[in-house]
């Protein structure tokens, strides 16, 4: 393979330098702090050429002479910055010139490669509008679509295809060097790393549950969440950071709590909800200003992130309102036929979801529920107790505090809870199957008529107890009893989030 092979089309305004309208001065041209790194990176490798729209010559508020001007000097600086630009190609025409070189149309991509031997497949069009990214689509590339210039402002505009989505021309150089640099066969992660580039979506393992990933930064790879889970556009989802840089770029006015927080629970089962930043789009939030972020502690999420080089939204992979899956073969149960991959990591460590933490204006913290991270644990990191929202909302909560339905995490079956420690009820003398679900084994008397019976953890260590209990749910569950009995826990450490889900799963009655 030679390096002119591919090649990288660069888009002007917005891309590799601010836009600015109709560029007539080339003191007006400013380019991006990471314009330079990154194609110099890219350049190393692959041929590269600028492919500009530019109707103001049509309409009249620039000529073509100003536009020369300009990309003479853009070339001129790359060029002192050792980076060179093999050809410039302008369109100077208005949509309704009806020309045949206005991008989306191919038409100087095929000049390109016609005159410089370009493999169109393998190469890529960079820019910040989607006519950008169909331009390489109709020549049968990969467009690179940046958050940069107009980026943000026509994402909606953006359709599916061979396109990935970046937050700047650095991450975007970074993306195409790794999957052209790969050679041989890809392992599982890169696989489901190149899956989620592209805007597909992939069930991967966390410590807490398995998360159905999208790119958080494509809105149309999210909404394929939104549609494999069958979840209401109301409720929205966590975005998992591939590293701690990543906090800065997405949230603003992190209050210090936060911090304290993040610095003592990263990675690892803690959310935080905190002001979002321009770069997450609407539907990833529900329209919600502000966005929920954690950054996962298991070692195939770590490496998925980092070979991505995005952040991933992900909300547990399970249909809306069903039990969390906690290996990967619960994925492949509920959602096997409707995404794209399921990467497996075995059996998750901590079994039950995160705990995500609001902050008032004051920057006390909030539990808007209990997971992973106790909160004893929460006080010992921000030294201060953290108030617990009571969570027995009512659907017209919405979009307050999204995902704290009464009934969620539910098996299909009726579940009746029963205090912890309480006698345990005899089962109904009707002829109904049920099954009882057991804290540990302190309990001496179990009356007759229980077709099964399970313990969560035999001595009562609340690890274990995490751990099995949306395995034990699903399991009772698909064994078809007419109704299910379980003991709650003690009401602290992981038992406040275990005793959450239990009573979440039966609807928040406690029966016994
Ligand atoms: O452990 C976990 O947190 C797992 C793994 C995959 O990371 N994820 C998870 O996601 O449990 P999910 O979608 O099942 O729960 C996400 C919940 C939403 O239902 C909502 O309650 C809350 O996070 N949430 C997300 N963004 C929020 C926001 N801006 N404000 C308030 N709550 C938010
Ligand atoms: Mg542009």
Known sequence: MSRSDIAVFLDRDGTIIEDRGDLSRVEDVVFFSDTFESL?????????????????????????HDVQRVNKHVVNVLQDEGIAVD??????????????????????????????????????????HPHDVETAIAAGGCGVYLLTGHGIRHIAELGDGDRIVAACLSDAADMILDETGRAGELTNTEQAAHLLRRGGIVAFPTETVYGLAANALDPCAVAKVFAAKQRPHFDPLIVHLPDIAWLDRLARDIPD????????CWPGPLTIVV????????????????????????????????????????????????????????????????IDMILDGG?????????????????????LR??????????????????????LLSKDDYPQAPGMLERHYSPATPLLLIENGADVPAPPPDGRRCALLLADKQKTTVPHGFSAVEILSPDGNLTESAQRLFALLRKLDADNYDLLYAELVPDNGLGVAINDRLKRAAGQKIAF
Do not use: W
């Open 257 to 264: 709590t936060a911090v304290r927080l993040v610095d003592t």
């Open 40 to 64: 110099r990176r890219l350049n190393a490798k692959f041929r590269l050429f600028l492919i500009t729209n530019q109707s103001g010559v049509s309409k009249g508020t620039i000529t073509m």
């Open 275 to 338: 002001p979002r930043s321009e770069l997450i789009p609407d539907i990833v939030t529900s329209g919600l200003d502000t966005v929920a972020l954690r950054m996962p502690d298991h070692p195939l999420a770590k490496e998925l992130l980092d070979k991505c080089g995005v952040p991933l939204a992900a909300p547990s992979a399970n249909r809306f309102g069903c039990i969390s899956p906690t290996c990967a073969q619960h994925v492949q149960d509920s959602l096997g036929n409707d």
């Open 87 to 128: 050809d410039v190609f302008v369109c100077p025409h208005d949509k309704s010139d009806e020309c045949k070189c206005r991008k989306p149309s191919p038409y100087y991509l095929e000049v390109a490669a016609e005159r410089y031997g370009i493999d169109l497949k393998r190469s890529y069009v960079l820019g910040d």
């Open 347 to 367: 059996k998750c460590r901590v079994g039950i979801e995160s705990t995500i933490v609001a902050f008032e204006d004051s920057g006390l913290p909030v539990i």
């Open 370 to 391: 209990p997971g992973g991270i106790s909160p004893e644990m929460l006080e010992e990191a921000c030294g201060c107790r953290p108030r617990m929202i009571p969570h």
